[in-house]
């Protein structure tokens, strides 16, 4: 309907821990050495024990002739090893196949080394891509993740980060989240927290890191208008903050334009079914458009299908632009013009704020505005006299 619109890098790479290929198999026997009666681990029917072959911190220190404690010290990164006992552990361990207990590590130092990852959902694949740039980050850190998912529902949501937090999560990212500002000031009271994809302003402890979402969607629309279009549709994501900031610059951009009259915002979705039914809507609707605007590059390709299935071409008859950047976008069977957030580089710079609010958990509040991009290809062209 239209409308107004975690451990030292020695370990890491001398004791094979997180090489590829080298981590403990399915059974969980340490990568099945070597038993003396001549075994690989244990059987179908050990699955859920220890298996008894696997190394222990106390063989490790038995072998390379120091305490356990010693060990435990080398294990963490202490500098109260000196190198000769550091190298003489390093080589026990990777003569044993050693792999330190993670559990056993956050008991002895009281920390995770852990950050939980919330994410709206897994649908849309500009979340992969966030969540890629997390990840360099996190490494860079000695840290690792727990992943889940809100299921685009602020009651999953909350549940899940309370599952995070018994996990002892050090911090959490929140990644395109839909809690209220009430259940963020309570996590933000908890542990060290940052916002990814929303500009979360007002809560103590919060920083946030977002596209700005109305600059893109004006650059969308100017760049429609540079080509000759007037008659501009804009299929909308949906009822959500992202969207309605979107919705919002389009209509600034409009008006900017002298345009405002040709204004017409047709109720779609952040999914390629809305981008459908929103699209053609737009094209039913009797009123000439031209152009579409559309709230995100998944909704566009439903646009792309509204449009064929009406034997109509893109962009002779249609132009389309829509935003995020996804990779898929830029496929040559899609070629979609699109507004495209550094999305890498949002996640990076997302979890390095969080690390910098685990060091001072009493730092200001930092709010990251991050400006997106034109990427033309294919979908738009000039408008038909």
């Known amino acids: 309907m239209a409308g107004i619109c975690g451990l030292c890098p020695e370990w890491r790479t001398l004791s094979g821990f997180g090489r590829r290929g080298q981590g403990p198999d399915r059974d969980g026997d340490g990568g099945g050495a070597l038993s ?6 244990p059987t179908r029917g050990d699955r859920l024990t220890v298996a008894p072959n696997r190394p222990t911190i106390k063989d490790v220190a038995a072998l390379a002739g120091v305490s356990k404690s010693l060990v435990s010290l080398a294990m963490r990164g202490s500098d109260r090893v000196s190198a000769e006992s550091r190298a003489a552990i390093i080589e026990a361990a990777t003569q044993l196949g050693y792999r330190p207990n993670a559990a056993a590590r956050s008991l002895a130092d009281r920390r995770s080394h852990t950050l939980g990852v919330v994410v709206l959902d897994l649908l849309n694949p500009i979340y992969a891509e966030i969540i890629d740039g997390v990840q360099g980050e ?3 850190h000695g840290y690792h993740t727990m992943l889940v998912t809100g299921n685009d529902n602020p009651v999953i949501e909350q549940g899940e980060v309370e599952k995070l937090l018994e996990f ?13 500002a009430g259940s963020l000031d309570a996590i933000a009271g908890d542990c060290p927290a940052v916002v990814i994809s929303r500009a979360e302003r007002g809560i103590a402890g919060l920083d946030s890191i977002s596209n700005d979402d109305v600059f893109g969607a004006r650059i969308a629309v100017d760049h429609l208008v540079s080509l000759g279009h007037q008659s501009i549709a804009h299929v909308t994501g949906g009822i ?6 979107r919705t919002l610059g389009y209509e600034q951009s409009m008006a900017n334009h002298r345009l405002a009259d040709q204004t017409a915002c047709y109720d779609g979705a952040f999914t390629d079914e809305g981008g459908y039914r929103g699209a053609a809507a737009a094209l ?3 009123r000439g ?4 605007f559309v709230a995100n590059d998944i909704a566009a390709v439903g646009a792309l299908a509204a449009v064929a299935d009406r034997g109509l071409d893109v962009p002779a008859d249609i132009s389309i632009v829509g935003y995020d950047g996804m990779a898929l976008a830029g496929l040559r069977s899609l070629s979609i013009t699109t507004i495209a957030q550094p999305l890498a580089r949002i996640g990076t710079e997302g979890a390095s704020l969080l690390f910098l609010r685990i060091g001072d958990p009493t730092r200001p509040p930092a709010h990251i505005g991050v400006e997106p991009r034109l990427i033309i290809r294919n979908s738009s062209g000039p408008c038909r006299p």
């Open 284 to 286: 039913d609707s009797g």
């Open 240 to 245: 959500n903050e992202v969207a309605m900031l």
């Open 168 to 180: 002892q999560v050090e911090g959490l990212v929140l990644i395109g989240h839909r809690m209220p």
């Open 36 to 41: 003396e009666g001549g075994t690989t681990g």
């Open 289 to 292: 458009h031209t152009a579409l």
């Open 138 to 140: 996190v490494r860079q």
